[in-house]
């Protein structure tokens, strides 16, 4: 199983074939080290020349505060259904569908939403992909679930890796990450142990359906 993060460079090269773009899916649980992963990717592979790889995050498709406060769902954010999972799939539907390998001047920019961790809240036309980009890198926690809507979007990936860490590590992480953006030590704790936790649990549960189990050891930090 390869987990040096060349081999990882080398894997996700050579997804994109046959004239497609392809899309690469990084799961796993919260606070696992997805996003940093998916960020070494994306700057190591677009390190040399023209940007052809896009980092869409999953966390673009929370649901905003309001919605969830009229879902009655606020207090459980980051679970499968606090997210818009259906539009994801359809995002990354659209995203395999708009590829041009040499684009003329009336191929589009594919606008996904980014996610602002202060706030905690989605924004709208965030993240561009450009109608030239090859290779799309999409990481969050629900992506090799298959139940609803979710389903759909593990058909739009053309592989998942699924990264993992150890538990203690992992949560004291998660508990540090909270604390940076604004929560009090003792609410970030409670947080991971309550609503975190559930999510997590769930997250594992899908780990044996991944591609490749990349861990945390495999990923450098710049
Ligand atoms: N090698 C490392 N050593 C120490 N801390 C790290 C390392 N890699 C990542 N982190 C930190 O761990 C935290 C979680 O990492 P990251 O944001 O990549 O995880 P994630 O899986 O995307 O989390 P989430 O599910 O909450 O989005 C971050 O604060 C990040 O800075
Ligand atoms: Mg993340």
Redesign the pocket.
């Given at each position: 199983m390869p987990t040096a993060f060349d081999e990882l460079l080398a894997r996700a090269r050579a997804l994109p074939r046959d004239g497609r773009r392809a899309v690469l899916g990084i799961a796993?649980?919260?606070?696992?080290?997805?996003?940093?992963?998916a960020e070494e990717l994306v700057r190591a592979l677009n390190a040399d020349g023209e940007p052809w790889v896009a980092h869409v995050p999953m966390?673009g498709f929370h649901l905003a505060d309001a919605e969830l406060d009229r879902l009655g769902r606020r207090d459980r954010k980051g679970a499968p259904d606090t997210f818009d999972a259906a539009g994801y799939a359809a995002l990354l539907r659209r995203l395999h569908e708009e590829y041009r390998e040499h684009p003329g001047p009336d191929d589009e920019t594919v606008y996904a939403p980014g996610f602002e961790r202060v706030l905690e809240q989605p924004v709208a036309g965030a993240v561009p992909v450009a109608p030239s980009v090859r290779l799309v890198v999409t990481?969050g926690?629900y992506l090799l679930l298959d139940t609803g809507p979710w389903a759909r979007v593990r058909a739009q990936l053309d592989e998942v890796w699924f990264?993992e860490l150890d538990e203690p590590e992992r949560v004291r992480?998660?508990v540090?990450?909270h604390v940076?953006f604004g929560k009090g030590e003792r609410e970030a704790a409670a947080w991971v142990a309550r609503t975190d936790q559930r999510n997590a649990d769930l997250v594992a549960a899908t780990r044996d359906r991944a591609d490749l189990v990349v861990p945390?050891t495999a990923?450098p930090?710049s």
């Amino acid at each position: 199983m390869p987990t040096a993060f060349d081999e990882l460079l080398a894997r996700a090269r050579a997804l994109p074939r046959d004239g497609r773009r392809a899309v690469l899916g990084i799961a796993g649980s919260p606070g696992a080290g997805k996003s940093t992963l998916a960020e070494e990717l994306v700057r190591a592979l677009n390190a040399d020349g023209e940007p052809w790889v896009a980092h869409v995050p999953m966390d673009g498709f929370h649901l905003a505060d309001a919605e969830l406060d009229r879902l009655g769902r606020r207090d459980r954010k980051g679970a499968p259904d606090t997210f818009d999972a259906a539009g994801y799939a359809a995002l990354l539907r659209r995203l395999h569908e708009e590829y041009r390998e040499h684009p003329g001047p009336d191929d589009e920019t594919v606008y996904a939403p980014g996610f602002e961790r202060v706030l905690e809240q989605p924004v709208a036309g965030a993240v561009p992909v450009a109608p030239s980009v090859r290779l799309v890198v999409t990481e969050g926690n629900y992506l090799l679930l298959d139940t609803g809507p979710w389903a759909r979007v593990r058909a739009q990936l053309d592989e998942v890796w699924f990264c993992e860490l150890d538990e203690p590590e992992r949560v004291r992480r998660l508990v540090a990450r909270h604390v940076e953006f604004g929560k009090g030590e003792r609410e970030a704790a409670a947080w991971v142990a309550r609503t975190d936790q559930r999510n997590a649990d769930l997250v594992a549960a899908t780990r044996d359906r991944a591609d490749l189990v990349v861990p945390a050891t495999a990923v450098p930090r710049s």
